[in-house]
């Protein structure tokens, strides 16, 4: 079970909505949002209604300042808790679209995707084990993608802007 709160204020002031579980339209819950408390679980935030749009993962803890510390703007519009996954995990990336051509599978991190298949540009992916956060950029940099379990035929379907793929990694509760 998660928990994440919202407050229209830095520092955790103002006005505030508690979530616990996936909420496609928060805005007529409250009007900005300079501050989050993630009191338990995992929650991906989203600028857009309906999981789009640019998106953050927010762990357990407090953002006092979170548009300073993710450059992200005050419009958090929609929010998806991410479940927790005790087994294994497992990822295959392609370079073409519909699944097709070179196949990498990955299980674990990879800080660096460029280093170890020598590849960048991804078009699809099938996330067969766990959630995954994908990274634009190597070493966890950059925007990033929430990827559950599922098949994404083309980078669009993980609401990305390009194919470029720097990092990946497992969500995984600590």
């Not at 408390?37 to 209604?49: L, N």
């Amino acid at each position: 079970m998660g928990k994440i709160i919202f407050y229209e204020d830095k520092n955790f002031g103002g006005r505030y909505y508690e979530c616990m579980s996936d909420c496609a339209d928060l805005h007529s819950m409250f009007d900005h949002c300079r501050s989050i408390r993630v009191e338990s679980g995992m929650f991906m935030i989203y600028d857009r209604p309906g999981y789009m749009g640019n998106q953050y993962f927010m762990r357990r803890g407090d953002y006092s300042d979170y548009m300073g510390m993710t450059g992200m703007n005050d419009c958090v519009r929609s929010c998806r808790m991410i479940p927790t996954h005790s087994g294994s995990f497992r990822l295959r990336l392609y370079e073409h679209f519909d699944m097709g051509g070179e196949m990498m599978e990955l299980t674990d991190d990879c800080p660096n995707l460029m280093d170890r298949f020598r590849l960048s540009n991804f078009n699809s992916c099938n996330v067969l084990d766990g959630h995954w956060l994908m990274y634009e950029q190597h070493h966890y940099r950059g925007r990033h993608y929430y990827l559950p379990p599922g098949r994404y035929r083309s980078f669009s379907d993980w609401n990305a802007l390009s194919s470029r793929v720097g990092s990946i990694r497992p969500i995984a509760y600590i």
